[in-house]
């Protein structure tokens, strides 16, 4: 039976991108070596890495004077490298949810942190509008995609003063308007690679303003100035990176990722209105992740919730346990998730409905 | 031609490490999914990152007390991490060369740093010896094996104050009395898995000490709590390092590792002596390394530097090329690489020698 992996991260990569980083492993770009014992001074790899920047930059039509950096660690380690290469005294949070918390506790060690507005009185359910952010901060920041409770930003904006977002879980799901943008971040497990690589977008004009001293690792003017080479890169990550590059390019960029994402969404989001077993954890349209699909059982049929999971995993859904907080069922579906599996997921609720 | 891996790293890994992991690309663990893939809080990962765990304790006979940590970024983000954890005031670095200097540049960060002796007036290859650690700081740090010059400290010993250690390119290579160390931290990428994941072997007592607050992810207390799954780790390198850590168990451990390190490095440094061609770039033998073997040519057999290079290439030997700092030639020989390339390479010197 066929596994359909809505796993919600680390989550299903392009094919392409697994058979070919397995491949690599074995003899990479024909040097008899595996990828993961050459240098990576080597000229083979460093095509790897100046060929994964160019394709960034390709993809999302990313504009002169930015610069796209390959760095180890992970989303988390951004959360505090971001204020202490951007923030003097002050930045300002939207509050969307465990992330974006996270990155503000961070922030709080380098100054004083404006929440603009928190969604955290339904749960996180919404995204907050019709909010302020005060014109003093140094920059404000934003999650676009909210993992856990479903709910995406899909509109670049301009809110007057620097911006930064984290993009782990829709970057490349969509064309992205780069120039709203000082700084673009994101683990690359969710639409990349496997986990070990964070991708930097950032404008180089943004950097270099504040007064306290950085650690070499933290100064992102380090990894520019050698290329993200200053140490060692996460080779095996930023390889499959290029693969899923590649095979997005293939499928006809981000414009037709955004395409395909909003038809499986629409088919998924459609039959959880249609079907009286379930709802939507998110209420308005607009606020609907096309990445994270939430739904729980309507309140009539609360207790068919463990039964339905266990139906839908006998039928080869896998990952599909929303998370503790929200409960019901979450159906990850990132650009590698085939349209196939968005319909096998239907049909199954479908089925089980049918029964009830 | 067989290819001889002599790349000072990322380097040669055993090849079951290179086979089982490209395996676990396409299917990990009997899920019908990739490593890549799956999530780390499977149960089939959490069981590779408790093994792992388990297995440095084991190989490295680590005593109570002890925790082990896989983290993301490489040795050179500890360099800042270490005096943010440890460093209330002062701490004293031994300089034994570039990435010593650049540890004790990230210390200066954060308190007053003594630099308690330096092999620089001889481009580092010796170890000093003879110097006074002051009793009155956090730490001492030591680079265990210095990749560029080819020397190493192979002996575990009492400083009278807490030591850290960078064993990036030796761990593994011998048995270590851990009990003498406060922390002992490495990259992986030479005897343990491909670039992307850290090691920090370290004293529980040792944390908690300082007064300055810590960004959540810098803290190691973090990943103590979290079993190092506070955030996604780099899942790829942490499935290779299980590999090599099961085949240095299945080879005999790490005591047997230092046998056959030590044959490997008595045969090749055996005929850089008596090779009228060349010479070895350390002079005392008990600062050798046995993972990084530096040799050049002698006065007389200057220009045929490119020579050698050239021949020893065309038999198959592989990042032989001496770092720019040294000059001539760099035999990395990790635990992974066979016997049979150092005679190879032997082969190839005398070949060479005796057609001049």
Redesign the interface.
Known sequence: MK?H?Y???????PQD???N???A??NFAD??????????RSKEFVAVMNEAREMFKILLDIPDGYQVLF???????Q??HIPYNLMEKKSAYLNTGAWAN?AM??AK?FGEVVEVASSKDKMYNYIPKNFEVPQDVDYFHITTNNTIYGTEIKEDKDYGVPLVADMSSDIFSRPVDVSKYDLIYG?A?KNL?????TFVIVKEDALGKVSR?L????DYRTHIAKDSM????????VY?ALMTLKWIKAMGGVGEMQKINEEKAAILYDEIERNKLFRPTVELKEDRSLMNICFIMNDEYKELEKDFFDFATLHGM??LKGHRSVGGFRASTYNALPKASVIALVDCMKEFEAKH
């Open positions: 596994t992996n796993s919600a991260g680390p989550s299903i990569l991108t697994v058979k980083t397995a491949a492993l074995i040097t008899g070596l595996s990828l993961m014992e050459v240098s990576h760095l180890g660690g992970g989303a988390s380690t959360f505090f996270k506790k961070e060690l683990g497990q690679a496997p986990a070990g690589v001293e650690p070499t690792m933290v200053f140490n060692t890169p996460p080779v095996v990550p499959a896998s990952g």
